[in-house]
């Protein structure tokens, strides 16, 4: 997915296929944020600036960014394995439970992406609040717009964990996950926080 064009993603997107789907694009928002955060601060530079913040906020949102894209992989690769749970045979029943065992496998491992797509969402988010007040002012709004892509990372990824919960029959993940997806409440609260406070420092 990382070497695909642009278009060329996107058709795939749009095609009637399996993967990617709605999970890959929450892990490429938190990617887009990352990158943003990254370009900011190294727009962040000179004697203005705190140049151990601003190479820390570098470092991380460079290795966040990575992280989310291998996250987008992982997401497409998780769904696929969904998929072939669901065309095992279920003629007999020990093919019914060993089907049964395979979905509730294969959905635990397709929640797992979105999981950690939420968990590096709320870096993201730390990184932009600890960018905004320190970086370059005539880029804030990419603060802002990163802010925006990290929340919707969030959601979506908390959509893609809940709609997975319900087949999941080992209780220990269910309450895992579960919890982590409530997170996404956290970082669309503090997503939201930024925006407000980009967009009153640009009108005033």
Excluded: C, W
Excluded at 51 to 66: M, P, S
Excluded at 114 to 126: F, G
């Amino acid at each position: 997915m990382r070497d695909d064009t642009i278009t060329a993603y996107l058709d795939q997107l749009a095609a009637r296929v399996p993967a990617p789907g709605g999970g890959a694009t929450a892990a490429l928002h938190a990617a887009q944020g990352a990158a943003l955060i990254a370009m900011v601060a190294r727009y962040s530079d000179g004697a203005h600036y705190d140049a151990e913040l601003i190479g820390r906020i570098v470092t991380e949102a460079d290795e966040l960014k990575q992280d989310a894209l291998a996250l987008a992989e992982a997401d497409e690769a998780a769904f696929r394995q969904v998929a072939a749970a669901y065309r095992l045979p279920r003629e007999t029943e020990q093919e019914r439970k060993a089907r049964s065992a395979s979905i509730s496998s294969a959905l635990a491992g397709a929640a797992r992406p979105p999981a950690d797509v939420v968990r590096t969402a709320l870096l993201l988010i730390r990184l932009a609040e600890d960018l905004l007040p320190a970086g370059n002012r005539t880029m804030i709004t990419d603060v802002a717009a990163a802010a925006v892509a990290v929340r919707a990372a969030a959601v979506a990824a908390r959509l893609f964990i809940e709609v997975n919960l319900k087949g999941i029959t080992d209780l220990a993940l269910r309450e895992e996950f579960a919890a982590t997806a409530v997170v996404a409440d956290t970082i669309t609260a503090r997503a939201d926080q930024i925006v407000a406070a980009v967009r009153e420092e640009v009108s005033g």
